[in-house]
């Protein structure tokens, strides 16, 4: 059965500082991982996906992710916050289907 | 950019009545979802359907719910008697080609159901 569970429901960090939202997920076989962020009032937007190619996935808007399956991770990065990744993400593990994590809320403290 | 687009935003309804939740996926895609997310909640797969039929549906998906294209455009989902645990966003998604886990889907904004 595959499942992600995201570490932390809310992060808060300051603008220009690096942003890290952990996600670890639990998989049967190799996985497929994504990134998905959602603004206010916005559909889930693809950032990032990982299907076994690099385990070092870079996204959209200067995030990327690292795959390490010693470890069971996923987790998401950006070196430096900007206002407008102020968003709710969510990890998500596909196997038959979609298996979403709880989200994270980012906020960004100018 | 095609977005895949829902309406209405926000539904609100009496228990026991019905409601259709619609759907505009992206146009050359093939394969179309729904999720809910019950408030502080995981989203959570309810069906895929592609050539106007279902291909799964998760144990949610139970009687109460129906899907349907009516026409090559639009995709719905309809919830015969709504319950108070209906209370959902619900989120439309489509992907291009087969359904696996390689495959990216692209999720409509959402509609938020309230059942009263």
């Known amino acids: 059965a595959q499942s992600v569970t995201q570490l932390d429901s809310h992060v808060s960090v300051s603008e220009g500082t690096p942003v890290l939202l952990r996600c670890n997920y639990s998989s049967s076989y190799s996985p497929s991982l994504f990134w998905y962020v959602q603004h206010p009032n916005k559909g889930l937007q693809l950032l990032l996906k990982?299907?076994?190619?690099?385990?070092l996935v870079k996204g959209i808007n200067g995030f990327e992710a690292e795959f390490k399956k010693s470890e069971t991770s996923f987790h998401l990065t950006k070196p430096s916050a900007h206002m407008s990744d102020a968003a709710e993400y969510f990890c998500v593990v596909a196997g038959n289907q979609f298996y979403f994590g709880t989200g994270t809320s980012l906020t960004v403290i100018p | 950019e095609p977005e895949v687009t829902q309406t209405p935003s926000h539904q609100v309804t009496q228990m026991g009545q019905e409601v259709i939740l619609r759907c505009v996926p992206i146009s050359n895609h093939l394969y179309f979802y729904w999720y809910r997310q019950i408030l502080g909640q995981k989203v959570e797969f309810l069906v895929s359907?592609?050539?106007?039929?279902?291909?799964?549906k998760s144990e949610i998906f139970d009687d109460q719910f129906s899907v349907e294209r009516p026409d090559g455009s639009n995709f719905t989902l309809k919830i015969r008697s709504t319950k108070l645990e209906d209370s959902a966003m619900y989120f439309c998604?489509?992907?291009?080609?087969?359904?696996?886990?390689?495959?990216?889907?692209?999720f409509g904004p959402g509609t938020r159901l309230l059942v009263l």
């Open positions: 990982y299907t076994s190619a690099a385990t």
């Open positions: 998604a489509s992907s291009v080609k087969s359904w696996s886990s390689y495959e990216t889907q692209y």
């Open positions: 359907f592609y050539n106007n039929e279902i291909s799964e």
